[in-house]
């Protein structure tokens, strides 16, 4: 199933729930929720008390993106605010196999991030743990960035290793995903797509998810033809 994760970094955080009103009828099926600490990367966001707040004005699972240097502290605060999937970066977990068991634990979906340069040879000693892997097609830190290509091949690694492997993990990705570049990133074989800018947009928001949507699953049925 091809899903639209919404990503309110590029929301009107002024009117969150309208604007999480929007990317839902648009299509929407995942909020992709962005947390930055200035640290790992140059840029600050928001934390549990935003989940917190966003839980109970929608039915969608919450994708927390954590963009963090020590993803471990924050585990037990973020399923307590509502996270639903919680995905943490390769580069900054030196046990990176006990975050995801801690992950589970709290009840949470685990993912790993890899950014750009990241190769995702990696994550083969724990792709059978994981719900998703997520592939940055930009540098993390902001929206609004242009999508690099080399995310693609590493794409269509993953799903090879998957069907290698006889996983079923999902294949999300992240950064400059939009109605131009939606189509590529399908048929590499990635199925929950993150996209900020190029879905909220003042009076265009719900017709952008629809037409965005739209593309990637016309994609989508090629690639099964
Ligand atoms: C970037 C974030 C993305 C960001 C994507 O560090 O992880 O989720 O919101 O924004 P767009 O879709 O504008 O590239
Ligand atoms: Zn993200």
Known sequence: MIELAASILAADFAHL????????????TILHVDIMDGHFVPNITFGPPVVQALRPITKLPLDCH?????????IPAF???GADMMSVHQEVCRH???TLQH????GMLPAVVINPATPVDTLVEVLPMLHHVLVMSVNP?????????????KIAHLAELRDEMGLNFRIEVDGGVAHDTVAQVVEAGADMLVAGSAIFSPGKTEQNAVEFLKLARAAGSVQVA
């Open 66 to 74: 954590l963009m963090v240097e020590n993803p471990d502290d924050f």
């Open 103 to 106: 992950i589970v634990q709290h």
């Open 141 to 153: 830190g902001f929206g609004g960035q242009k999508f690099l290509p080399l995310a693609l091949d």
């Open 96 to 98: 990176l196999h006990r």
């Open 79 to 81: 399923a307590q605010a």
């Open 17 to 28: 729930a309208d604007e999480v009103a929007l990317v839902e009828r648009g299509g929407a």
